[in-house]
């Protein structure tokens, strides 16, 4: 697949994922770490907040692109290890893809330095398709 011919949601573009790479059960995505994602004023120190965005991307997508780019919902964890003072780039891979569930581990690092600022895993609602949620057939409360 050509990750340039995927229909990314418009909060990427607001906060500046690009996807780089995708295909069944591995996507890559990055980030430009600078002033419009920092957590401090004056020092380009990623927030927690866009980095756990770019990881989910990256496991996000490779869940899909397992699954015909089915709409998967996520439940993620994040584990952070160092600030992201440089770009940085998420690499999500398959580690489960079941009828329900799916489960991937993403590994984040600066691109420079290749320093993992970041892990998270991904347990994603698999069952969807390209066009509805997977929790489309929840039941209403």
């Not at 290749?114 to 929790?135: E, I, L, N, Q, Y």
Request: one cysteine or more; hydrophobic letters at 40%.
């Amino acid at each position: 697949m050509d990750a340039e011919e995927i229909e990314t949601p418009p909060y990427y573009e607001t906060i500046g994922i690009e996807l780089v790479e995708i295909e069944p059960g591995r996507a890559v995505a990055r980030l430009a770490v600078g002033k419009p994602v920092s957590a401090a004023e004056n020092a380009p120190i990623a927030h927690g907040g866009v980095i756990a965005s770019l990881a989910d991307s990256a496991g996000y997508w490779a869940i899909s692109a397992e699954n015909g780019l089915a709409t998967t919902p996520t439940d993620l964890r994040m584990d952070y290890l160092a600030p992201a003072t440089d770009d940085v780039c998420a690499v999500g891979t398959v580690v489960r893809n079941g009828d329900s569930v799916g489960v991937a581990n993403v590994e984040t690092e600066t691109e420079t330095e290749g320093r993992t600022v970041a892990t998270a895993r991904g347990v994603f609602k698999t069952g969807g398709d390209p066009t509805t949620s997977a929790w489309d057939d929840r039941q209403e409360a």
